[in-house]
């Protein structure tokens, strides 16, 4: 068994993050696809490759893995979507009193335009919420 620790890495910085998602908006019908065949792995596994080599040749101060990268970016789509759906929750919560809704950064709503069907979800024509007219 293997005695030493993975040393951990440091945290990414704002720049750095905002770099990540604008790469990322490049390949991201690559990234994003839903298909899950072997060709289309591959073609993912190529774009990370890219995305990674040109975040390092971009922010050059710290060497970043292509797992780091995409653990960040995981991580990144996953907090936007707890955020949004605190968010959507304070909206329907009853009890008055003003509604605490977070505001989205600059880079979340870079990150939210790249993902919006897989965030927010389908309209419904179907919600007696809906606005009418509108489908």
């Given at each position: ?92 919560k009853t009890g008055g009193g ?36 509108k489908y």
């Amino acid at each position: 068994m293997n005695d030493k620790k993975k040393e951990r890495a440091s945290n990414f910085t704002t720049s750095e993050v905002t770099a990540l998602v604008e790469i990322v908006l490049k390949y991201k019908a690559v990234i994003e696809c839903k298909k899950t065949d072997a060709a289309t792995w591959r073609e993912k596994d190529e774009a990370w490759d890219s995305v990674t080599a040109e975040f390092n040749s971009k922010c050059g101060e710290i060497f970043r893995s292509k797992k780091s990268i995409k653990h960040k970016y995981d991580d990144m789509k996953k907090n936007l979507r707890k955020k949004l759906g605190r968010n959507k929750a304070e909206q329907f919560k009853t009890g008055g009193g003003p509604q605490k809704i977070e505001s989205l950064t600059h880079n979340e709503e870079m990150l939210l335009s790249c993902l919006p069907a897989s965030i927010e979800g389908l309209p419904s024509i179907f919600d007696s919420d809906a606005l009418p007219g509108k489908y």
